[in-house]
């Protein structure tokens, strides 16, 4: 029932609104903006938190996550079959290697390392191909169709990105892991702050809650080269730089592969710029499927 609902994220450190990564996202707004009480105030007012577009991100919230529990995990592709898959097929075409001996620190901080970048390269291009291709597209404008922005907007996906990201992910994840075995042997671990990534880990702490949200919180220009800050996924959320800032945690994939917009803070609207949506819950399941029809 607790999984159903997706409560349980808030206590498992992998999700991104884990109770301890919206208390430093709390706790970041509070010490930064402290002398502008009307940026905090904005996020806590009303027509934030009790818009329309914010109460579909709650209730959608909760049917996702029972749509994630029941139809897409169990069919789901994962990680642990593509390294079935990839050692198998590494071993025919390429035949036993003699295991290669490292110390184990480096071994598991590279692979740590590896599996944070290799995933983080891939959402970089998946996104980019969600606005880029016109099918993919109406089903990620779901996710943009948000016209306030809270923690639980990153959640306002349709099942069928939820699918190609999690396929993704097992590809990623079981690419990376398979290289691990085939050329280091088993037993591979990553480095872990109560199961989440030792990278992940950092990056949700220092407020990746904030980029759904309407605090402009920004990392020094230097930093914003390699990092993304909150206010930089604001961006991307505006009508204005859709097509900017695609990364998750790096900025580099967008730096390198020239999407990367950072500069002033501006004052932005955020949602779609050719549609007033209805944040009806039915109408952001279906509309994608049939684009014809409104709900
Ligand atoms: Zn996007
Ligand atoms: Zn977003």
Sequence with gaps: MVELSGLDFFVESDKRIYWLYMVSALMLAVVIFRNQPDILRKQFSK???WHPSARLDYVYFVAVSAVKV????PLLVG???????MVVFLQEQFGYVERIRIASVWLVGSYTLLIFVANDLTRYWLHRWMHTVPL???FHRVHHSAQVLNPLTFYRVHPVENV????????TAGSVTALYIYFFGAGISMMQMGGANLFVFVFSLIGANLRHSHIPLRYPAKVERWILSPYQHQLHHSVHYGFKNYGSALSVWDRWFGTL???KTRKLRFGLLDETPTHSLLGAFLNPLNKGIKL
Excluded: K, S
């Excluded at 190609?164 to 590809?171: M, Q, S, T, V």
């Design 136 to 138: 993919l597209w109406r």
């Design 164 to 171: 190609l990201f999690g396929l993704r992910y097992a590809l």
């Design 47 to 49: 027509e934030v938190l």
């Design 70 to 73: 029941l139809l897409i995990v």
């Design 79 to 85: 990680a642990d079959d593509v390294i079935v898959w």
């Design 261 to 263: 917009v950072a500069g």
